[in-house]
């Protein structure tokens, strides 16, 4: 199925992009599009620390995705 | 009545507006957080900022934060602004100003907003140094 994802801060610089969009499998959750995302951009690995948010909120490692949703990775935040 | 007004913008923050939108007749005290851009960073000559967000879901994580002060916290209203943009030593890229009948309340829901602000709302900042950039928090 077919996500949009977004990358900011930091993440951006990695990627070269703020959004794509990705297919993924029918099935998945937060915490198997990391592992994917993981190995599409092993860049992010040199970030101590980063959030999924879906449809504009944070989101857990357990939850489900659904064909269109919108992924966000979130980098360490430092607004303020 | 409306008790909490957000707003992301890469205008001037006004201090008066949110001053204005707190102010209310049964309250006794404003208290106002007003972040500025320092000039300085563990020792390092910053010479501007470049705030970028994730306006959707900053807003309602802001949102979120108004709320929760409201309910946590004994005070009759909340502003909560931040600038996007780049930002120049000196400029105001956030401003919280809350109200409330006796000050403590006011104070310590100030200082709760800021705080989880600062951890929760989808906001990055770069600084800018005279020989590069880096992008804050995103290494350890």
């Not at chain 1, 900011?8 to 990705?22: N, P, R």
């Not at chain 1, 879906?54 to 357990?62: H, K, L, P, Q």
């Amino acid at each position: 199925m077919k996500i949009q994802v977004l990358f900011f801060g930091i993440t951006t610089d990695f990627v070269g992009s703020s959004a794509l969009e990705l297919n993924i499998a029918d099935v998945a959750t937060v915490a198997d599009f990391k592992n994917s995302l993981k190995e599409k951009y092993q860049q992010l690995e040199k970030l101590n620390s980063y959030a999924i948010a879906v449809n504009e909120s944070y989101a857990t490692d357990d939850l489900l995705l659904k064909e269109n949703d919108v992924v966000a990775i979130i980098p360490p935040v430092s607004g303020g | 009545m409306v008790r909490t007004s957000i707003k992301i913008t890469s205008e001037k923050l006004d201090l008066q507006e949110c001053y204005r939108f707190v102010e209310d007749d049964s309250c006794g005290g404003i208290s106002a957080f007003i972040g500025t851009v320092r000039n300085d960073t563990q020792g390092k000559e910053v010479t501007q900022l470049d705030f970028s967000t994730y306006k959707l879901m900053a807003i309602k994580e802001m949102q979120k934060i108004a709320d929760l002060a409201l309910e946590k916290f004994d005070i009759k209203k909340i502003a909560i602004h931040h600038a996007e943009g780049m930002l120049q030593i000196g400029e105001v890229p956030v401003i919280i100003t809350t109200s409330s009948k006796h000050r403590k309340a006011a104070f310590e829901a100030c200082e709760f907003a800021i705080d989880t602000l600062k951890e929760t709302v989808p906001i990055w900042k770069k600084e800018y140094f005279s020989d590069g950039e880096v992008w804050v928090n995103a290494h350890p």
